[in-house]
């Protein structure tokens, strides 16, 4: 039955799903227009195999385009084969997966392409936040095509061979290469793709995610078995506060971590890990970057960004959508200066700041190294929902650095002083004391408790037990406008 190319549309679906576990329907669908010499063409399932099966013997659907069939191209049937699939997801409280490959908008079909398109958007928008839907680019996905990659939670994108873009590179001005459609820059630059790497690297990637997902916004995701200690020490815990992706790991059951968008805004960690077997959605700062062999291959200022705080705020919203709870790991001494800060910034902070507050899942924080100024505030503080606060005894927690303070609050007396450094050292000293240090911030209720980094894992494990039931209730609204 049908071309090579749909054993390829299939073999990736098999190559994904357990073993022996799909089953195809709408096989016998075709395209029933008669324009421009369409219906000498033989145009089997119009172009996408359709189906469910199982992945980690969890029901998932899916389907995949075949490029050999009129170029794998979005039609009215085609369209309403992917709309069937999600209708019934709905239905089962189960996730959706688009494996791409095509060359975007039947153009035989015309007004009726544009209508199969928005069907695909409509019910992409209904089902956002109530099953999880993933995209894997194995192909080109251009144009409108782009966009359902966009209304996806996670875009997964072949390293090499796939194109993702809206505007083709050769319709831009001053676009001299073909970078703008290539996974680096997509994954890079853009932010749209959460993973980049070869197909098996894709298949197995999104196995790895289901692991940490729930099926639907009504389940919990899979509790597994834990083996991990949970009252496991973390040797060196300090020295891992500028990597916090490896203070991460280190704190997760058995070491495991799976960051999204690893390679966008690198400076915010957003990643997923395990705590005593439930899925903890983790947001983080950081400073450096290691490798294996612990070689500083990259540093950073602590400060929040743009696009730190884009990233930050959408996988935010997503754990909050599907009942995951939050960690924050805080090191933040003000937001970044630049004129390209200047243009997003307060738009990005702000998308933080009430995704955090706007969680009603379990949230805690814990500060690491710095939490100075309105930055930290942004970060998952007491003051925006924050459920328990945790922070390390080095910690710092104020509105500013103390010398920069005492300079502003005593100016007057420094230019009448006889010796100003004398004076702004004592003054330093004693804005550090009542201001700036841990004891302050806990007096005032702003920190939970002080506690023994090698102690983390299990303080963490402990606050998120307890806030396993909680409810919070909010004000009877839409939804929110930011």
Known sequence: ???????????????????????EIGAGVKARTTDFNIKTKDTPSDGVVTGYGLINDSLVYVYSQDPEVLGGSVGEMHAKKIVHLYNLALKMGAPVIGIVDSTGLR?????????????????????????????????NCGGGLSIVAGLSDFVFM???????????????????????????????VTGNVSFKGNADEIYAGIRDLFSVLPGCNDEDA????????????????????????ILLASVSDNGFIMETKKDYAPEMVTAFIKLNGATVGAVANRTKIY??????????????????????????DFCDSFNIPVLTLTNVDGFATSMDEEVLGV??????????????????????????????VVMNSKSTGADIVYAWPQAKIGIMEAGLAVKIIYASELESADNAADLIA???????????????????????????????????????????TKLEDRPSKKHGTV
């Not at 928005?118 to 993933?134: C, D, L």
């Open 426 to 468: 004592e003054k330093t000293a004693e804005y550090n004391e009542n201001q700036n240090s841990i004891e302050a911030a806990a007096a005032r209720g702003y920190v939970d408790s002080v506690i023994n980094p090698e102690d983390t894992r299990k303080y963490l494990i402990a606050a998120f037990e307890m806030l396993y």
């Open 222 to 245: 899979d509790f597994l078995d834990c083996e991990d200690d949970l009252n496991r020490g973390i040797a060196n815990a300090t020295s891992m506060a500028e990597d916090t992706a």
């Open 1 to 23: 039955m049908g071309t090579s190319n749909q054993v390829i549309a299939r073999q990736r679906i098999e190559n994904l799903l357990d073993d022996n576990s799909f089953v």
């Open 158 to 188: 072949e390293a090499d061979k796939a194109s993702l873009f809206l505007n083709a590179p050769n319709t831009i001005d001053d676009n001299k290469s073909d970078e703008t459609k290539s996974a680096a820059f997509q994954s890079e």
């Open 107 to 139: 153009l035989q079909e015309s007004v009726d392409g544009l209508g199969a398109f928005g069907k695909i958007y409509a019910k992409q928008s209904v089902a956002s936040g109530v099953i999880p839907m993933i995209t894997a680019v194995f192909g």
């Open 347 to 376: 738009k990005n902070y702000s998308k933080l700041v009430y995704a955090f507050s706007n969680a009603s899942v379990p949230k805690v924080n814990l500060i690491v190294k710095d939490a100075m100024g309105s930055s930290s």
């Open 291 to 316: 490798d294996e062999d612990a070689n500083e291959v990259a540093s950073f200022e602590n400060k929040l960004t743009s696009k730190g705080c884009e990233k930050a705020a959408k996988f935010v």
